[in-house]
Structure formats: C-alpha cells, structure tokens
C-alpha cells in the first residue's frame, strides 16, 4: 500500500496531508501545519519563500520521524504568482505577493498594445489586476526581467527546490492569463506583443507528471527518499477534483477566495463571460473550470486578525459569526471591489463602503450578508451564460465548515447547498498523486473514493 504526502500551502497557513487508500475509502491524516501570510519591505508586499521552504521540509522530516514515510509528494500553492530564476538556477530577487499594487502601470501599457478584450477572447481569463501577465510586464518595466532565463510558478519552483527539476505545470499556468484555450499552450502572439522573453515560456506538464526523485541534499535532510510528482499545482484545481461531484453541478471551493463555477468541456470567451467577468481556467484532460475569483473569506480573516490583535488567543470564527448573528441585515457591500484587496484595515474600508455598520458586529453581518449575495448573483450568472438551471450548489474547502454563510447562501441561492469535503484541496492533490501512481484509474473512480470516504452536510 503506497503512502501519499500533500503539501497544500495557502494564503493564510499551510499543511502537510497523509494519504492512502484503506478498505475502499481514503485515509487522511494531518502531520503537520505552519503559518503562512504575505510581508511587507521595501513598500512592496512579497512571500516569505524561505520560510515556507524550511517548513516544507520540516513537514517532510516530520512523517520521518512518525515513522509515514510517504512514497509520493505533491505540491499545491495558489495560483499567478512565481519565481525568475538566472542561468544558474538561482532566484532572482523576491516573490511578489499577488496583492501587492506594482501592476497598475503595466495594466494600462499592456492594455493600449492589446485591449483586454483580445485577451480574454484567446485566454478566457477574467480580468484581474494581479493576473501574472501583467506581474511579469511590471517585471519588465523595471529591468528585473533582463537576467532571467527560467520562470517558474511558485508549486513548480518549490518542486525544483526539492528535486532540481524544472517543470511549468499546465493548471498553474493557465491562471496567468497567457495561455491560449484552443491550442492550451503559451500564446506567443501575447507574449510577443508585452515583449516577453519566449525562452521563459516552454512546454508544459501535465498534472501527474512525476518530477523525480528528492534530491540527495534533501533527502538526507528528511531522512529518506521518495519521488515528487506534480498534482494539479493549482489549489482550485485540486480542490475541484476532490468535489463529490457524480453529474454536473456548480461549485464553490471556499477559503482566502470563493471561486464559484462549473466544469465544462469548451472555454466560454463570448461577449456575456466577458461581461460578467467569469475565467477559465484549465483542468485535468483540458477541461476547463468556468468560473469567477470572489474576495472570499480574506475579508472575515482580515477582520479576525484586527480583532485579535494584542490577544493572547485569537477569536474564532466561531465568534465572529455568532457575532454577524447578533445584528439583523442592513445592507451589502461589493466583496470584490479593489479596496478591499489589500486594505490597512478591513474594519473601516467596510465601514466607509458601508457607512450603516457602525459597531464590529455590523460589519462583519455586512460582510456575511454581502458574501451571500455575490454568490447568488455569481450563480445566476452562470446559470445564464451555460443556458441550464442547477438545483444543488456544492461547497467544497475550509469555508464549508462556516454554517452561518452556508446558510445565507442557501437562502440567497434558493439551491440545496451539499458541503464537503474541508480538506478538498489536499485530497485532490493525493487524488492525482494516486492516479499517477497507478492506484486510481481515473477521475470518475478517484471521485467514487470521496464520496465513499466523506460525509457531506446539507443546508
């Protein structure tokens, strides 16, 4: 019986996952789990990527340790954001955090060379200030571009530092907006109008790929060796693969962000998806997950931290919801307005678009409230574009644990809300591991063995 390790980092905190298939179900077991958070320096919000690397591997030596060895790893991160590397394969200064606000000048040069419209028709790709595209033409505008000879998303540069293999995984890539829907490869006609070295841009892997071996400085690090291979890099991508999902439905994979949509076959890059700003980002077999970014939790984790501060404990969300359940509706916000992107304080960017809230209690039921009806206008969205009406609305990740925003949800949705699995990332990162491996045919299968293992909640 092989033993599969996920590495699912996030925004917000990371985790290393245990897995392996016992008597028909999944087996999953956290061993380890680190924080995880963007930084400030130099005016600029960037990823602290030694310390996420030093507790990868501390996670790794951990499973050592407990005597779980795994057999298989895999690396999942958020999406757009990456590392340029020189001709010796050494980082070339940091990694941006995607909220950081570098890009506006480059929105606006990029944008009078080829107008989003043009974009979006060849990428499908929704607009969004931080799409990786236009990281990399700020990258250029400020010369850092000029020693790079690799580009690598930040699962497949963590991957390299374990195993010194190069690889651009294909999910990841397709949230940088420069990926072509028909041919699913780089679209050179982009990149040759933002002036993009093409020698960064080569072929891309499939999630599955196996990478290699952990290379022997690691390896005598952890104490002892096994084999790296690339899930879907992308969370969502993981997460959705993890979905119960036995026909059709839509989804939301809920966390930092709530990404509400549904798999098709075919990207849709009409006049409509552009106009509701709906993406499509690329999934396993070329698939595509039709669907739309929504600020998501960020905010209520942003107003958790504020409210923490100087605690010797954190609030819980527990009590921030019990919190929104103490005041009544007054009013929404637009979760997905840039203010609250990357605000020095959540609390009074709510209240200056929400001037009703006076007390924290009020802004957090704003924002609950507001959550809740993005969704449903996200949904009926949807529903509009692929022409069909869905009667369940699936909520997969660590949002789905929230039953007062489940309950909002099915409220403002009219939709029978399914919940679960929490951990749906991580478990579509070992879902692929195992189909690597030989273990699980397929996806039809690897989704039979979720809803097999987990019980789902219903709201």
């Known amino acids: 019986m092989a033993t599969y390790l996920a590495i699912d980092i996030g925004a917000s905190s990371g985790r290393h996952i245990l897995g392996r298939i016992r008597d028909g ?23 602290d990527v030694e310390h996420l690397f030093d507790e990868i591997v501390n996670g790794l030596r951990t499973a050592g340790e407990m005597g779980e060895a795994p057999d298989y790893i895999g690396i999942d991160t958020w999406g757009v954001d990456y590392a340029l590397l020189d001709g010796n394969g050494e980082r070339i200064g940091e990694i941006f955090c ?13 944008h009078s060379i080829m107008p989003f419209r043009e974009l979006f028709a060849r990428t499908g790709i929704q607009f969004q200030t931080f799409n990786t595209l236009y990281q990399l033409y700020a990258d250029k505008m400020s010369g850092k571009l000029e020693k790079a000879q690799s580009f690598l998303l930040l699962p497949c540069y963590l ?46 892997s499939q999630p599955g790929t196996v990478l290699g071996p952990l290379t022997e400085e690691i390896a005598a690090r952890v104490g002892y060796r096994a084999t790296v291979l690339l899930p879907a890099t992308h969370d969502t991508a993981s997460a959705v693969l993890a979905a119960p999902l036995a026909a059709p439905a839509p989804y939301i994979s809920s966390g930092t962000w709530s990404l509400l949509g549904i798999e098709q076959k075919t990207a849709h890059t009409d006049a409509q998806s552009l106009a509701v700003n709906y993406s499509n980002e690329g999934s396993l077999d070329f698939t595509f997950r039709y669907q739309q970014n929504i600020m998501g939790l960020w905010m209520l984790q942003s107003i958790r931290r504020e409210l923490s501060a100087g605690l010797d404990e954190p609030i819980s969300f527990g009590a921030i919801a019990d919190m929104a359940k103490s005041c009544a509706f007054e009013g929404i ?5 840039p203010d609250f992107l990357a605000p020095q304080s959540m609390i009074e960017t709510v209240k200056a678009h929400a001037p009703w809230a006076k007390t924290d209690a ?49 409220a403002t949705t009219g939709k029978r809300i399914l919940t679960g699995p929490t951990e749906a990332t991580a478990l579509g990162n070992l879902l692929m591991q195992m189909i690597a491996a030989g273990e699980l045919k397929d996806l039809n299968e690897a989704r039979a063995l979720i809803r097999a293992s987990v019980e789902l909640g219903e709201f």
């Not at 995607?98 to 990029?110: F, G, N, V």
Request: glycine letters at 8%; charged letters at 25%; one cysteine or more.
């Open 159 to 204: 991957s390299y530092l374990l195993t010194g293999v190069k690889r651009q995984e294909y999910t990841n890539a397709t949230t940088t907006g420069m990926i072509n829907t028909e041919t699913h490869t780089w679209d050179r006609e982009i990149l040759a109008a933002a002036g993009l070295p093409p020698h960064l841009f080569g072929e891309l």
């Open 98 to 110: 995607y909220r950081d606000s570098r890009t506006a000048p480059a929105i606006e040069t990029l």
């Open 362 to 410: 009020q802004v957090i039921r704003c924002v609950y409230d507001s959550l809740a009806a993005c969704y449903a206008k996200s949904i009926s969205d949807l529903e509009a574009t692929v022409g069909e009406k869905f009667d369940t609305l699936h909520i997969i990740g660590g949002g789905s644990r929230d039953s007062l925003l489940n309950e909002l949800t099915a």
């Open 25 to 47: 179900k999944i087996e999953e077991k956290e061993i380890y789990r680190f924080t995880n958070g963007a930084k400030e320096q130099n005016g600029h919000l960037i990823w």
């Open 333 to 337: 916000v637009d979760v997905n307005h």
